[in-house]
């Protein structure tokens, strides 16, 4: 199970760090993924990290101002987003994929958190 926090509302060049803490006892045997879904469109891939964090991905828009980590001790992962734009409000969803390291596809994932919505404003 995965649970999906830190979000709110903030103002344009402003930062958020949201957190996924997961349950279980094998959360280092899963790599990780952040995504998002803004209002009337898609849910789209925003970073990805692999089991050991030793890998990280970003899309274009989100390299350089998103960070994602996690520390596999506390079952956890984070997504450091900075320089927020009013283009990056939607409800972020933090998933698990078991065989996919670094994976812009939703069906590759196997778990799903529930979202955090993150709004920044003008």
């Known amino acids: 199970q995965l649970q999906a926090s830190g979000g709110g509302l903030v103002q344009a060049g402003g930062s958020l760090r949201l957190s996924c803490a997961a349950s279980?006892?094998?959360?280092?045997?899963?790599?990780m993924g952040w995504f998002r879904q803004a209002p009337g469109k898609e849910r789209e891939f925003v970073s990805a990290?692999?089991?050991?964090?030793?890998?990280?991905y970003y899309t274009d828009s989100t390299k350089g101002r998103f960070t994602i980590s996690r520390d596999n001790a506390q079952n956890t992962v984070w997504l450091q987003m900075n320089s927020l734009k009013p283009e990056d409000t939607a409800v972020y969803y933090c998933?698990?994929?078991?065989?996919?390291?670094?994976?812009?596809?939703?069906?590759?994932?196997?778990?799903w958190g529930q979202g955090t919505q993150v709004t920044v404003s003008s």
């Open positions: 998933a698990a994929s078991r065989s996919y390291e670094g994976s812009w596809f939703q069906w590759q994932y196997d778990y």
């Open positions: 279980g006892r094998t959360f280092g045997s899963y790599n």
């Open positions: 990290i692999s089991r050991s964090g030793g890998s990280t």
